[in-house]
């Protein structure tokens, strides 16, 4: 199973590679802003 889906990922790599890191920066900015949002209503 690993070995097929390395293949498949190897295939599609470059083509995912923009979306995957779009999908990741956005993940990051959605957790940022979350605990940004909890220690602002913690200090307030």
Do not use: N, R, Y
């Not at 498949?8 to 990741?24: G, I, Q, R, W």
């Not at 900015?29 to 220690?39: C, L, T």
Request: no cysteine.
């Amino acid at each position: 199973m690993k070995e097929i889906e390395s293949i498949v990922l190897d295939d599609d790599d470059e083509a995912l590679a923009p979306a995957v890191v779009l999908a990741t920066i956005a993940l990051l900015a959605v957790f940022a802003v979350g605990f940004a949002v909890q220690a602002v209503g913690l200090v307030l």
